[in-house]
């Protein structure tokens, strides 16, 4: 009936190692709320115990591209995206639950909010982009349209606002969605941003971007200035608000952020970057 902080091992010390199958590809590894993990990979997922040992393990039913193997956990379903399908699992068993049509491959993190699993997907051959929703523990679509916008990263607030990013081009310019649960759009803010950018929600319920480095209110005002320090990587937001971005190529430097974007401290990790 008491907390109390878990042993840590000295720096830097291995506690286990695993091989992954195959290990060339990237990986999708979730936190059970036990303390499992759950790993993913082109070939296999696992549900590993603290100490490295295997639960169960068991074919990823993956055929074709790798795809993006965004996943989460859902009750007691684990829901996986493998190219252009959503898959759930029995998160004690590992065991196929269901299997539902994306109808595109799967572009966008997997996102959990009011009781659905939301996507979006693009047909890589003739478009459209679609946005989607299941009942994570059957895989029902709960409701789906076409949008006119490719949808990356997606975010959600605690009470339902769904951040989505829309990577610009050069001659294009790139927004910040805000979506009610069902889908419709509530608002549309350019920032002109490049590529896929990452985005999380704050302790305030701001959206916050790394690429730019932006913060935008549930209404689609920018709170904060866009910065300077771009970064295609995930960032770590702390309870204080403060958030740690990562370079990427050149610019390989961990920064500490304040909620406004100034630098509170920076440490150079080397030439690249890829987390």
């Given at each position: 009936?008491?907390?109390?902080?878990?042993?840590?091992?000295?720096?830097?010390?291995?506690?286990?190692?695993?091989?992954?199958?195959?290990?060339?590809h990237?990986?999708?590894?979730?936190?059970?709320?036990?303390?499992?993990?759950?790993?993913?990979?082109?070939?296999?997922?696992?549900r590993?115990?603290r100490?490295?040992?295997?639960?169960?393990?068991?074919?990823?039913?993956?055929?074709?591209?790798?795809?993006?193997?965004?996943?989460?956990?859902?009750?007691?379903?684990?829901?996986?995206?493998?190219?252009?399908?959503?898959?759930?699992?029995?998160l004690?068993?590992?065991?196929?639950?269901?299997?539902?049509?994306?109808?595109?491959y799967?572009?966008?993190?997997?996102?959990?909010?009011?009781g659905?699993?939301?996507?979006?997907?693009v047909?890589?051959?003739?478009?459209?982009?679609?946005?989607?929703?299941?009942?994570?523990g059957?895989?029902?679509?709960?409701?789906?349209?076409?949008?006119?916008?490719?949808?990356?990263?997606?975010?959600?607030?605690?009470?339902?606002?769904?951040?989505?990013?829309?990577?610009?081009?050069?001659?294009?310019?790139?927004?910040?969605?805000?979506?009610?649960?069902?889908?419709?759009?509530?608002?549309?803010?350019?920032?002109?941003?490049?590529?896929?950018p990452?985005?999380?929600?704050?302790g305030?319920?701001?959206?916050?971007?790394?690429?730019?480095?932006v913060?935008?209110?549930?209404?689609?005002?920018?709170?904060?200035?866009?910065?300077?320090?771009?970064?295609?990587?995930?960032?770590?937001?702390?309870?204080?608000?403060s958030?740690?971005?990562?370079?990427d190529?050149?610019?390989?430097?961990?920064?500490?952020?304040?909620?406004?974007?100034?630098?509170?401290?920076?440490?150079?990790?080397?030439?690249?970057?890829?987390?």
């Amino acid at each position: 009936g008491m907390c109390s902080p878990l042993p840590r091992p000295d720096e830097g010390s291995i506690l286990w190692t695993r091989p992954l199958e195959p290990p060339e590809h990237g990986t999708a590894v979730l936190h059970e709320p036990g303390g499992d993990l759950i790993v993913f990979t082109s070939a296999r997922a696992e549900r590993l115990r603290r100490d490295g040992s295997v639960v169960w393990s068991v074919p990823a039913f993956l055929s074709g591209n790798l795809g993006q193997l965004e996943s989460l956990i859902a009750g007691d379903v684990v829901v996986t995206a493998q190219y252009d399908e959503m898959v759930g699992l029995d998160l004690e068993s590992g065991g196929e639950i269901w299997r539902a049509e994306a109808g595109g491959y799967v572009d966008s993190t997997v996102l959990g909010i009011d009781g659905l699993v939301v996507v979006s997907s693009v047909n890589l051959m003739s478009g459209p982009f679609m946005l989607r929703a299941y009942e994570p523990g059957s895989g029902n679509e709960v409701w789906g349209f076409e949008v006119d916008v490719r949808i990356g990263e997606m975010a959600a607030t605690a009470d339902g606002i769904i951040y989505a990013s829309n990577g610009g081009q050069p001659d294009a310019p790139g927004y910040v969605l805000g979506l009610l649960p069902d889908g419709s759009e509530l608002f549309r803010t350019e920032i002109r941003n490049w590529g896929r950018p990452w985005i999380a929600v704050d302790g305030s319920g701001a959206a916050v971007l790394t690429y730019p480095f932006v913060r935008i209110g549930p209404s689609g005002e920018i709170l904060t200035p866009i910065g300077e320090y771009m970064s295609q990587m995930e960032a770590v937001i702390s309870p204080d608000g403060s958030i740690v971005i990562v370079g990427d190529n050149a610019d390989a430097v961990l920064r500490w952020l304040g909620r406004d974007g100034e630098v509170r401290a920076e440490h150079p990790i080397g030439d690249n970057s890829l987390n």
